[in-house]
């Protein structure tokens, strides 16, 4: 259940109309391009000849395993088709037909992909499959009760670092105005494509997001700052700023409220541009290195203005707080050694554990040798972990890759190391020097561990920033949970 | 499909016009220093990297020293301040590649496929770019070698 259509709402989708239900989508974004989905979308037209029915072209699902795949939609009834590299297209044709049972195999729950790879790129569509009810019912509230429906809710950061969002908010809101929102959509981790799903797939998604964290602010404008090679995710995220300026969403006259102006700002890659105040150098035009802390961006920020920074997912699970009840998910893009890597939209409910999360994906534990967790940021997850509960604060951005028997351990691990030294931006000694020293002492781990050891607790007590902070804890995962994989030098 | 274009090059005939149209870019940010990143990526955007004229122009726009903006531009891996290699192929080697077999690929073609780090499409690993950042996803040795002499013949062209 989530909050009921507003009158607003209801004049809004109304002005725009309903598209058909019906209708095949074919799924191409970054994921079906790359899998020559374009040959795909031509065989799939050949077939529907004459029929009539609508023939959109769409973004990965998060099924991107599937790739290039179509999934046919008709009331009540959805059916994805995938690999259609090598599977014929015609069985598409018998299931817009009816001769076909409903087969879509999902990502995991579906709250924040739920119109991912479903919409045809007008507002109108996105309206219809539930953009903007939060919006509408979050204007009819003050601000200080959408930051409690927030915290009521428990949101935390979806970034990695899981700090409560409605707390940020109130400390931003305490501070004399005008106050800014920066949306943290760089994402640069390694292993990580979550957000271009989601910005790709249903842009709307984010955009409603920051309307209701710019009303819950008090912010007038709003910057989203998007990964620089994430270029079709931009061209998406830029159409619906768009539409969205052009329905009267932005200034608030379609459905009330005071509005935010959107500002799109692409990054040019680099992985400590996902520290948040790197952010703010880069849109302030200096040099993308971290600033020192506090002050806070909260209070001082953009420009020294009272600033929330957010990272995309946030804001996009803040469509669903109003929902009853609100859904506790995390966004797990999975790759590596399983049957069906893709984008996962994960239960953190208690019950969901890792195993689960394998088996969605296909795997069989067993083949397994560990997750790697979060990158080149992150840790090692044994098999001994897979049973137990997921915790949202154990999930970092979520990125795992999953590690077959084989895997060559060390390998990985100074495979990590070395890119946290290319990345390190130099504005700090312990990262700037450390990362490549850790490089090298990995060359021979049982002459050098006393080493290591000291290095990484210098690296991770005194960096600058969390590229630095955290650059020695996938090595002293390595070390603790694989010893014997260490015990020859490289 | 997200393609970059030719990269600039001051010896043909079509390069004051294309340098004219970066220029245009380039002021078509506002005058300011917070335009300094997206003054830099539109000249980018035009050129296919960011030669000095380039840059020297971004500077007097944004009223920010050269050598500040060069300080900048170095910090950010996306920009190029070097010609690319037009024939140059980029074989991803983040985890999730090196466990699809990066290392074969990059094998198959020792002369023109370079390493670089994710491009984030791990779930078609393994994956590589081509030299207008087209990526492609789940690439065996064999298609790999083929796209290479497509696009040398395309070069030739």
């Known amino acids: 259940m989530s909050a009921a259509v507003t009158p607003a709402l209801a004049r809004l989708r109304a002005r725009y109309g309903r598209p058909p239900e019906t209708r095949v989508l074919v799924h191409r974004g970054t994921c079906g391009d790359a899998v020559d989905a374009a040959r795909v979308l031509e065989a799939v037209r050949a077939a529907l000849g004459t029929r009539g029915v609508p023939l959109v072209e769409t973004a990965c699902d998060g099924a991107c395993w599937a790739a290039p795949s179509a999934t046919v939609v008709r009331p009540g009834h959805r059916h994805r088709f995938a690999r259609l590299d090598r599977a014929p297209v015609d069985a598409l044709v018998s299931c817009l037909d009816g001769a076909c049972d409903d087969a879509y195999a999902g990502s995991g729950a579906r709250g924040l992909l739920a119109r991912v790879g479903f919409l045809d790129g007008s507002l109108a569509d996105a309206l219809a499959q539930g953009a903007y009810r939060a919006l509408a019912h979050a204007v009819t509230l003050k601000p200080a009760e959408v930051a ?245 604060r154990g999930l970092g951005a979520g990125g795992v890759v999953v590690l077959p028997q084989e895997a060559d351990i060390p390998r990985i691990t100074s495979a990590l190391a070395a890119y946290n030294a290319r990345e390190s931006c130099g504005e700090c000694t ?61 | 499909m997200s393609e970059s274009p030719l990269p600039f090059d001051a010896s043909t005939p079509d390069a004051p016009q294309r340098m004219a149209e970066a220029a245009r870019a380039i002021e078509a940010c506002a005058r300011e220093k917070p335009s300094l990143l997206p003054a830099l990526l539109a000249a980018q955007h035009v050129l296919g990297w960011l030669p000095r004229p380039a840059v020297e122009r971004v500077a007097a726009w944004v009223r920010v020293p050269v050598s500040e903006v060069y300080a900048t531009a170095t910090a950010y891996s996306e920009l190029r301040l070097e010609r690319p290699d037009p024939l140059a192929w980029h074989v991803c080697t983040g985890v999730a590649c090196d466990l699809a077999g990066a290392d074969a690929l990059l094998d198959a073609a020792p002369a023109r496929a370079r390493r670089t780090d994710c491009q984030f499409l791990c779930a078609l690993a393994p994956v590589v770019v081509d030299p207008r950042e087209r990526l492609y996803g789940r690439v065996t040795a064999d298609e790999f070698r083929e796209r290479l002499s497509a696009t040398a013949a395309e070069a030739h062209a």
């Open chain 1, 148 to 392: 409690d429906a927030v915290a009521s809710a428990g949101l935390t950061g979806r970034g990695g670092a899981h700090f409560a969002t409605a707390q940020k908010w109130r400390l931003a809101a305490a501070n004399a105005g005008p106050r800014v929102l920066v949306v943290n959509a760089e994402e640069g981790e390694p292993g990580v494509f979550k957000d271009r799903h989601v910005l790709e797939g249903d842009p709307h998604r984010l955009i409603e997001g920051v309307l209701v964290a710019a009303h819950a602010i008090g912010a007038a404008r709003a910057v989203i700052y998007v990964n620089g090679q994430a270029r079709n995710a931009r061209r998406a995220l830029d159409a619906a700023v768009a539409q969205a300026r052009e329905a009267g969403l932005l200034d608030g006259s379609a459905l009330g409220g005071t509005g935010a102006e959107v500002e799109v700002r692409s990054g040019a890659g680099g992985y400590v541009c996902g520290e948040e105040s790197v952010i703010l150098n880069s849109i302030e035009g200096e040099r993308p290195v971290p600033r020192l802390k506090p002050p806070y961006a909260t209070d001082r920020g953009l420009f020294e203005r009272p600033t929330v920074i957010n990272n995309a997912e946030t804001l996009c699970a803040v469509t669903t707080v109003f929902d009853d009840p609100p859904p506790p998910t995390k966004l797990v893009p999975l790759s590596g050694a399983v049957p069906r890597p893709g984008l996962y939209e994960v239960p953190v409910d208690g019950a969901t554990s890792w195993a689960g999360v394998l088996a969605m994906a296909g795997a069989n534990p067993q083949r397994v040798r560990a997750l790697l967790l979060g990158g080149p940021s992150g840790r090692f997850v044994l098999p001994e972990e897979f049973d137990a509960p997921l915790e949202m």
């Open chain 1, 430 to 490: 312990p990262c700037r020097e450390g990362t490549p020293r850790l490089v090298a002492l990995l060359e021979d781990v049982p002459g050098n561990r006393a080493r290591i050891d000291a290095l990484i607790e210098v690296m991770t007590e005194a960096s600058l920033c969390q590229l630095g902070g955290l650059a020695g804890k996938p090595v002293a995962s390595a070390l603790a949970l694989f010893p014997r994989d260490f015990e020859a030098a490289r």
